[in-house]
C-alpha cells in the first residue's frame, strides 16, 4: 500500500535539486568554516552564498541573515535577545545583579513588556512563559474565529515599557495569515507618538509557515526581525535564520566596517567562538545552510505556481471531504474562492489569500481526532491534530481554543496540508481510504 503523506506543515521532504547541492559539502568540501586555510574558506565561501541567496529572497542585505540551528532558536534569540540588550544597555542597568531587580528610568519603576498573539507557535508561546519567571510582563493578544489577530487589542496593550511585538506571519494549525501591514502600521504609529521611530518597541515576524507562500520584504512592513525555517520549504532539517533588520545597528560601529555582537540590536544568547557575527557562536552547519539556501532559491521561483496550484487542490479535497463526509466543518478563515467564509479583511500580502492554500482544518464532528489519526494511518494516511511540536502531548490545541471552539470540537478535529507531491490522483486514493475509515 501506497503511503500518502498530507502533514506537510508539520515539515517536507527534502528537494532532489537541495539535496545535490548539499551532497559535495557532506564530503569533499568538509572544512570548517572558521579555518583560514583553503579548506575551511571553500566552507565560509558556501555559507556566505547561502546567506546572500536568503537575503536576496527578503531584499534584505546579506549581513542581516544570522544562521541557526533552526526557526524555534531563531526565536528565542529574537525575543531573549531583545529582552537582554534592553535589560542590560538601552535602559541602563550598570550592575552585574538578577534581571528580577527593577529597573529604574526617570525615577519610575520600568517592567519590560513583549507582546505576542495567543496562537503563535510553541517556540514563542514557552520561551514567553520562561521570560515572565525573569519578570518580564507579558501580553498575549486575542484572535477572533478564525485565528486573525484582534487590532484593536493590540493598539490597547502598547504602552511605552513595551520592547516587542511578535506575530507569526501566518498559524501553523489553521494557516490564517494575519494583517501585517495593519500590525505594523500600529506598531510604527506607536513609535511615532511615543517619539521613538527607530527604536523600541521591535517588530518580530516568525515566517517559517508563511515563507514558502508569501513574498514578505521586511523593509515593506517595517519588520525588525524575521524568522525562517529550512525544513518547511523542502530544506534540511537543523537550519534556520533570523533577518535583523540594517537600520537597527549601532551606528557607532560604520555599516561598511567589521562587525561584531555589540553592532546588532540584540545581544547573543550562545556564546563562544563568535561565528555569525557574534550573535550565534557554535560550528556553522554548512551542508544544512548550504541546501538551506538552495530551497529559498526554488521557493521563491514555484511560489506563485504553487499557490494556483494548491488552491485548486484543496478546494477539490475539501468537496470531496464535503462528499463523503457532509458534517465536515471547517476551522479558520477560508479563500474567497471557495466561497465558504467570504470576508473584505485585507491580508495585505497576497490579494486572494486569507489563509495559507495547501491547508484544512477540520472538524469531523461524532469523531475523536486522536483515533481518527491512527486510523487514517493504518490506512496509509498521514495527517495531523496539530502542530508537531505539541503532537505527542495530551493538551487541546492552544490555537482552537484562542479561536473560541469548544472541548468536543476540538477533539474531533484534524490538520490536513498539501505539498508539492500531492496531487488529483493522489487526493482521490485518500478520499477513497478515508471513506471506508469514517463513512457517512
Known amino acids: ?62 549581513r542581516e541573515i544570522i544562521f541557526t540551528s533552526s526557526a524555534t532558536e531563531a526565536n528565542n534569540l529574537a525575543l531573549r535577545g531583545t529582552v537582554k540588550r534592553i535589560m542590560n544597555n538601552e535602559l541602563g542597568i550598570k550592575n552585574k545583579e538578577s534581571i528580577k531587580k527593577p529597573i ?4 519610575k519603576f520600568i517592567i519590560p513588556r513583549v507582546i505576542v498573539s495567543a496562537i503563535e507557535h510553541e517556540s514563542i508561546l514557552e520561551t514567553c512563559r520562561d521570560l515572565k519567571k525573569e519578570d518580564i510582563e507579558i501580553i498575549y493578544l486575542s484572535v477572533d474565529k478564525d485565528g486573525a489577530v484582534q487590532l484593536n487589542a493590540l493598539r490597547k496593550s502598547l ?29 510604527g504609529n506607536w513609535k511615532l507618538k511615543i517619539g521613538n521611530s527607530a527604536a523600541y518597541p521591535f517588530f518580530h515576524v516568525d515566517h517559517s509557515q508563511g515563507f514558502q507562500y508569501l513574498d514578505i520584504k521586511p523593509k515593506n512592513f517595517k519588520i525588525d526581525l524575521m524568522t525562517l525555517s529550512s525544513h518547511k520549504i523542502y530544506g534540511p532539517k537543523g537550519a534556520g535564520a533570523l533577518f535583523v533588520q540594517h537600520e537597527a545597528w549601532n ?22 567562538g ?31 505556481k504553487e499557490i494556483k496550484r494548491m488552491v485548486s487542490l484543496r478546494n477539490y479535497f475539501w468537496k470531496k471531504i464535503k462528499e463523503i463526509y457532509p458534517r465536515a466543518q471547517l476551522n479558520g478563515i477560508m479563500n474567497e474562492e471557495l466561497g465558504i467564509k467570504k470576508k473584505n479583511k485585507n491580508p495585505a500580502i497576497h490579494s486572494s489569500l486569507f489563509q495559507l492554500p495547501n491547508f484544512l482544518n477540520v472538524y469531523f464532528p461524532g469523531q475523536r481526532a486522536d483515533e481518527l489519526l491512527v486510523k487514517l494511518d ?33 477533539k474531533s478535529s484534524l490538520r490536513i496540508t498539501l505539498g508539492r507531491p500531492t496531487n ?15 463513512g457517512k
Do not use: W
Open 1 to 62: 500500500m501506497k503511503k500518502i503523506y498530507l502533514d506537510y506543515a508539520a515539515t517536507t521532504p527534502v528537494d532532489p535539486a537541495v539535496e545535490k547541492t548539499m551532497r559535495p559539502y557532506l564530503g569533499r568540501f568538509f572544512g570548517n568554516p572558521g579555518s583560514l586555510h583553503s579548506f575551511g574558506q571553500e566552507a565560509m565561501a558556501a555559507v556566505d552564498e547561502a546567506r546572500e541567496k536568503i537575503a536576496k529572497a527578503i531584499g534584505a542585505d546579506f
Open 104 to 107: 529604574i528610568r526617570n525615577s
Open 159 to 187: 504602552n511605552e515599557n513595551t520592547i516587542l511585538v511578535s506575530i507569526g506571519t501566518a498559524n501553523n494549525e489553521i494557516g490564517t495569515i494575519q494583517p501585517l501591514k495593519e500590525i505594523s502600521e500600529i506598531v
Open 251 to 272: 551606528t557607532k560601529q560604520g555599516r561598511g566596517g567589521m562587525l561584531h555582537a555589540s553592532s546588532f540590536m540584540l545581544r547573543a544568547v550562545t556564546t563562544g
Open 274 to 304: 563568535g561565528q555569525e557575527f557574534g550573535m550565534r557562536s557554535g560550528t556553522e552547519n554548512v551542508p544544512a545552510i548550504v541546501g538551506f539556501g538552495k530551497a529559498v532559491e526554488i521557493t521563491g521561483k514555484l511560489r506563485n
Open 378 to 410: 493504518l490506512a496509509g494516511i498521514a495527517v495531523s491534530a496539530g502542530s508537531a511540536c505539541s503532537a505527542r502531548s495530551t493538551k487541546l490545541s492552544h490555537v482552537l481554543e484562542a479561536c473560541g471552539f469548544g472541548k468536543e470540537r476540538i
Open 424 to 438: 488529483k490522483a493522489e487526493i482521490d486514493e485518500a478520499i477513497k481510504r478515508m471513506k471506508i475509515v469514517i
